[in-house]
């Protein structure tokens, strides 16, 4: 499969299109918190990332990739306080998709 590239714009009305219909889906949080980290546009949208987070904690707190997104703003601003405290929930609630996720964006687990 194919890696689809979109530009910023395209990316933004992705997103705006997709919260009309689940403004609150983990799901679509997470996509958009990965395309800001991954897209170095996270730099000049901190507002939104902090946002996103707090919702994508709110609404999918029982799932391995908020925690996921979590490790990985915290990683990026360098709060490594938070970076474990976010391992460690991710890890403590199904080890073995977390680890998955992580290693999804390159990340190891020891």
Known sequence: MENVRLD???ADRAYE???TAAPNNPVVLAARLQH????????NKQEEV??????????GSLQPQTWLMEAT?????GDE?????AM??????????????AERIGVTIK
């Open 50 to 59: 902090e946002d996103l987070l707090a919702r994508i904690k709110r609404f």
């Open 8 to 10: 910023a714009s395209a």
């Open 36 to 43: 800001l980290f991954l897209s170095d546009r996270f730099k």
């Open 17 to 19: 299109i997709s919260i």
């Open 73 to 77: 703003w915290a990683s990026l601003i």
């Open 88 to 101: 460690h929930i991710g890890l403590s609630l199904d080890e073995a998709a977390f680890r998955e996720l």
């Open 81 to 85: 306080a938070r970076v474990v405290k």
